[in-house]
Nanobody, 126 residues
Framework: QLQLVESGGGLVQAGGSLRLSCAASGRTFSSYAMGWFRQAPGKAREFVAAVARSASSTRYADSVKGRFTVSRDNAKNTVYLQMNSLKPEDTAVYYC???????????????????WGQGTQVTVSS
């Protein structure tokens, strides 16, 4: 079993930045590809970004490409999401997730991910 705990959410003005963290415990963190997803009120969950086990590969949703950066520190069992140039449409609950049998390129499909955190709220004001 892998436990995931997100932190770093909050309220920020449009154009600002936030860095989300997701701390993992319970299993070998470096065995998992890690993803970030988000869900806004009344909308379906959507993929944001993902990083391979060794950080050799990353993947981004088109809506965040060039603004968000996903990274991981396997020594600290933590994955990060640096969010710059935030927009009001980035407002959502952000979740990290772990895929224990990842393909070479980390997946954008939420159904592939086996473990999920509880989420952290990000609110971007205009």
């Amino acid at each position: 079993q892998l436990q995931l705990v997100e932190s770093g959410g909050g309220l920020v003005q449009a154009g600002g930045s936030l860095r989300l963290s997701c701390a993992a415990s319970g299993r070998t963190f470096s065995s998992y590809a890690m993803g970030w997803f988000r869900q806004a009120p009344g909308k379906a969950r959507e993929f944001v970004a993902a990083v391979a086990r060794s950080a050799s590969s990353t993947r981004y949703a088109d809506s965040v490409k060039g603004r968000f950066t996903v990274s991981r520190d396997n020594a600290k069992n933590t994955v990060y999401l640096q969010m710059n140039s935030l927009k009001p449409e980035d407002t959502a609950v952000y979740y990290c997730a772990a895929d224990e049998r990842p393909p070479l390129t980390p997946s954008a499909l939420g159904t592939r991910y086996d473990y999920w955190g509880q989420g952290t709220q990000v609110t971007v004001s205009s």
